[in-house]
């Protein structure tokens, strides 16, 4: 809802400036440079938080798995036994190491999370739970050049 906000003040101000053209150049070009700023600070101010916070988390259980949101609140749980085929992406991009995880699920839209870091213990456990629960694994690694 913030990021909306955010998206409408900015729509808002670069109306402000079509409308009222004010008439220095140098105005315009820092009123536009300080929303854009104030909108990538921000953003990246609650990325930065909620991670140190650990607000998007994923709970791994014998059972299944539960992923939250940015704000700690469910996102999705899954049975391991509505699960029938696990997907894993991954390859670096800009000094980091992601995992895309897609777990393709029995009559309900597959469910697809991402993991940071290249030593993920995360990743490795889904993977040795998968295999547990005898289900089918797939490996992609992206090259990106």
């Known amino acids: 809802m913030a990021w909306r906000t955010i998206a409408a003040l900015g729509v808002l101000a670069f109306g402000m400036l079509l409308i009222t053209r004010p008439p220095s150049v140098l105005f315009r070009l820092a009123v536009v440079a300080g929303v854009l700023l ?5 953003r990246l101010g609650w990325r930065r938080a909620s991670a140190a916070l650990e607000l998007n988390r994923c709970y791994l259980y014998a059972d299944g798995l539960v992923l939250t949101d940015q704000f700690g609140a469910l996102r999705a749980a899954v049975a ?4 029938t085929r696990l997907k894993r992406t991954y390859g670096a991009w800009l000094f980091t190491v992601s995992h895309r995880v897609e777990l393709t ?11 940071l870091g290249s030593q993920s213990e995360l990743v490795d456990q889904l993977q040795a739970q998968a ?11 992206i090259r990106v050049q």
Request: with cysteine; aromatic share 12%; net charge positive.
């Open 80 to 83: 391991w036994a509505d699960v």
């Open 131 to 141: 295999a547990r629960n005898r289900i089918p694994q797939q490996t992609v690694h």
């Open 38 to 42: 104030v909108w990538f600070c921000l």
């Open 105 to 115: 699920r029995r009559g309900a839209p597959s469910l697809t999370f991402s993991v």
